[in-house]
């Protein structure tokens, strides 16, 4: 359809879902991934990488439909024996999860990057796109709350379902984190950069924060695509988000967001009323169904994007 | 049936099934087994206790009696997971078995001995019998192979089924090893000693190795069941590595073994032709059936053996 290089920038599980569509649509050599590694945690002495994984998932089509996360038809046969024993889990890994992650704890261990590490587990998953972590250095998203103190990312997001009222998010020792080179010689060579429907705060910013990205990315042509669908998120604490920051939830909210960098927004039928606003940002807007309940209509957002790069 | 204060040293199959049948009769409060800890090792980044674990699934009722190791229905989808991700796995946890080996891994890492995180694991099992590691320090069986240099102990015994010949066991660090302070409590207070049927090279001998035990159980009353039946093992290389040290397997052997340590050996009706030889040696014979392959035999052995120090 396009021969134009496409990077993405991705997190969680709307970015997964257009990424997988992306995939099915564009050749391997074509289409790359840059990943959120903010959330990544440790837990139980596995290296957790939830937004990596979200997209291995999804590419290797094993991903659950159900919660958007984790690996369908997995049984939870080590964290509920672990319960047995006594143990209070406040996050549960499948069994087939936790063997991806205790593989990647092995190899991290070992000596390897994470970026390594990543190619190993495509590989070993049967992925041919490239996932590509925005970073190999330790960046730790963080959740300033208005009455619960600093809480890290997983403890806000899981533990507490991301209900704490939230007064500002920061990225801890992110100014210090380098960009991966191979991250660095995507976006080099990529003619379009596509910021998927993620969350800004939690998914997208940890990437755009890393030093020189910005710098990369601003020759390029920039396209984002709205996790805001109406005044609502389709899943996640986007809209909360919005809310707590003192602004309606829109579409017209994250091309503010989003105005130093892209030059068009995806938008939703239902934010249609924003168009001209949007527009006055100096945005180009296209208006289309964001929403993605199943792979056709995944794959049929793809192809809608990567019809518009062609224009 | 008995108040005597009675310590068990065990290790392997053998050694788990007379401890059920020992702790099925006799108080908690005295009746106490402390465990080998040479064949522990780390796979994965998890800390493992094959010995340990032995114990404590038998005490508490969930080993897999087909085995003999891991617990009774169990499920492998993790490690069938990390196959299907390309890992080539020589050992193999049951999904069970690897969240308690999480949760040790755990407690080790958190700073705790491995004494506390027995006592702890014992607790989350509902075991009452205190199950007590040897040492908490690094002890390594090591076996010199006649033809394949060293080998560590998991290496001989799950990696190659030991099948190699063996040259000489030894026991890395064990110079500078510390019985517990549990383990020489116990044993001070204890009226008899219990060498259970474990192989005495790779079970027994790891034990006896640590520095002071000796000394602590010479003023002891020590008996020691024999773990060869006829001139075979029940399980595993003890009748094997008898014959790789140039003797016959026999409850003479076994005898000669503990010479210097045993007042009482109990041999099973088929090595009763063996009894001058023995009490040649200055050790006493009891013969009765050694082989527990029910519940039921193993309480019987326990009784018999708890009968004959009552007089």
Chains 1, 2 share one sequence.
């Not at 990488?49 to 290797?60: G, H, Q, R, V």
């Not at 990543?118 to 998953?125: G, N, V, W």
């Not at 209900?163 to 020792?173: D, G, H, L």
Request: net charge negative; glycine share 6%; charged share 25%.
């Amino acid at each position: 359809m396009s021969n134009k290089k496409i990077t993405a920038l991705a997190g969680g599980v709307g970015g997964a879902k257009l990424v997988y569509g992306l995939s099915r649509i564009l050749d391997a050599q074509d289409f790359n991934v840059i990943v959120n590694t903010g959330d990544d945690f440790n837990y139980y002495g596995f290296q957790i990488s939830p937004d990596i994984d979200s997209i291995l998932y999804s590419l290797a089509d094993v991903s659950d439909p159900i919660n958007g996360f984790g690996r369908k038809e997995d049984s939870f046969t080590v964290f509920n024996t672990l319960e047995d024993l006594g143990d209070k889990t406040w996050f549960r890994l499948g069994d087939k999860d936790l063997a991806l992650n205790i593989k990647r704890t092995q190899l991290l261990k070992s000596g390897m990057s994470l970026s390594t590490v990543t190619k190993i587990l495509c590989d070993s998953l049967g992925i041919q796109t490239s996932v590509i972590p925005m970073t190999n250095d330790p960046v730790y998203t963080k959740i300033q709350t208005c009455d619960l103190g600093v809480m890290d990312f997983q403890e806000y997001f899981v533990l507490n379902k991301f209900q704490p009222k939230v007064k500002m998010i920061f990225y801890s020792n992110i100014e210090s984190a380098k960009l991966t080179d191979q991250a660095k010689k995507v976006i080099e060579d990529s003619d379009v950069i596509i910021i998927c429907p993620s969350n800004p705060w939690l998914s997208i910013f940890p990437i755009l924060g890393i030093p020189t990205i910005r710098e990369l990315i601003s020759s390029k042509k920039v396209v984002a695509v709205s996790p805001i669908i109406g005044h609502n998120a389709v899943k996640g604490p986007t809209a909360k988000l919005f809310e707590e920051f003192g602004e309606v939830p829109s579409a017209y909210g994250i091309a503010r967001l989003y105005q130093s960098i892209i030059s068009t927004l995806i938008i939703d039928h239902q934010n249609s009323d924003e168009i001209e606003q949007i527009e006055e940002l100096g945005i180009k807007t296209h208006v289309t169904d964001i929403i993605m309940l199943d792979d056709t209509q995944k794959i049929r957002l793809a192809q809608e994007i990567v019809r518009l790069l062609g224009d």
